[in-house]
């Protein structure tokens, strides 16, 4: 079986320690590919580093959490990135990018219209460039949309992927029938988000991809609670390794062999993000 983790933080510092052993462990556990997405300006060069290193591929943007602190150089810089590395095959969307309305301060005036207005300039850069978008859609989802329907207007459709997605149905539908694709991982596990694995269950095949979000969404069996971590335990890291154990989740929500899920979530990510097939030939 071959997976790919379409949604990896493979630069963040909590893999400094031992990140070629991490990438190696989930080579082992058959994770072919990760697509590793930039947060902000100053690790644009790493994650491109790192996808030629590691035979992945990357993602530039700027995350809506980043936002605050991104100014109208970080956009230029951003553009300058596209233009310059256009022609780089692990170069697969512009990403990761969106909004955020689950930090109180990101809802309120200026920083809610400074992220919006960061989003929107992305998009357009995305247009530009003819690359796929990866989203950030956390308690956004519809704005988001919003977004994606005014300047998509009269253009090619969209392509991408709505990352740890956690939507109400309405909205996952309203994301396929943009192009997109959504991404499930390891809040997925947990036997209490009733409402995400009914959507495991039910959606278009054609429509999932898989993801860690590592080094965070820990799968429930890496998961420490607040209380727990109160007395002393310690909070599981994510890694692209846990990939393969969460996607048996979904192909057991789904009825389905381990297998056939792998080989279908792999096709929906070429799908989602057109470069990837070449570099898994």
């Known amino acids: 079986m071959r997976w790919i983790d379409t949604h990896c933080h493979l630069d963040a510092p909590e893999f400094d320690a ?53 100014s ?16 780089d095959p692990r170069l697969v969307a512009v990403g990761e990018i969106g909004l955020d309305y689950f930090v109180p301060e990101l809802t309120k005036s200026p920083l809610l219209e400074q992220q919006e207005q960061v989003y929107r300039a992305q998009l357009k ?34 392509s991408g992927i709505a990352h740890a997605f956690n939507g109400s149905a309405v909205q996952a539908h309203e994301f396929i029938k943009l192009g997109f694709k959504l991404g499930f991982g390891g809040a997925v596990t947990f036997e209490r988000a009733l409402q995400l694995r009914h959507l495991a269950q039910t959606l278009p095949l054609e429509s999932i991809v898989m993801e860690t979000d590592a080094p965070d969404i820990p799968p429930h069996w890496l998961y420490a609670a607040q209380q727990d971590r109160q007395s002393g ?20 929500l789904r009825g389905m062999s381990a297998e056939d899920f792998a080989q279908a979530t792999t096709h929906n990510a070429c799908q989602a993000l057109p470069k990837l097939k070449a570099l898994l030939t």
């Open 18 to 70: 031992d990140r070629p052993a991490v990438r190696a462990a989930a080579q082992s556990a058959g994770v072919a590919h990760c697509v590793i997405p930039a947060v902000e300006t100053s690790n644009f060069d790493t994650v491109r580093a790192l996808a030629h290193a590691g035979g992945d591929s990357y993602c530039l943007g700027i995350h809506p959490l980043c936002s605050p602190r991104s």
């Open 72 to 87: 109208p150089d970080d956009l230029q810089a951003l553009e300058t990135h596209l233009h310059t590395h256009q022609g």
């Open 125 to 158: 850069l995305a247009r530009r460039f003819e690359l796929p978008v990866v989203l950030h859609v956390r308690r956004s989802a519809d704005r988001v949309l919003k977004h994606l329907r005014e300047l998509g207007q009269g253009g090619p459709a969209w």
């Open 233 to 252: 335990a310690a909070q599981g890291r994510n890694a692209p390794g846990e990939l393969p154990r969460i996607a048996a989740v979904m192909a057991q």
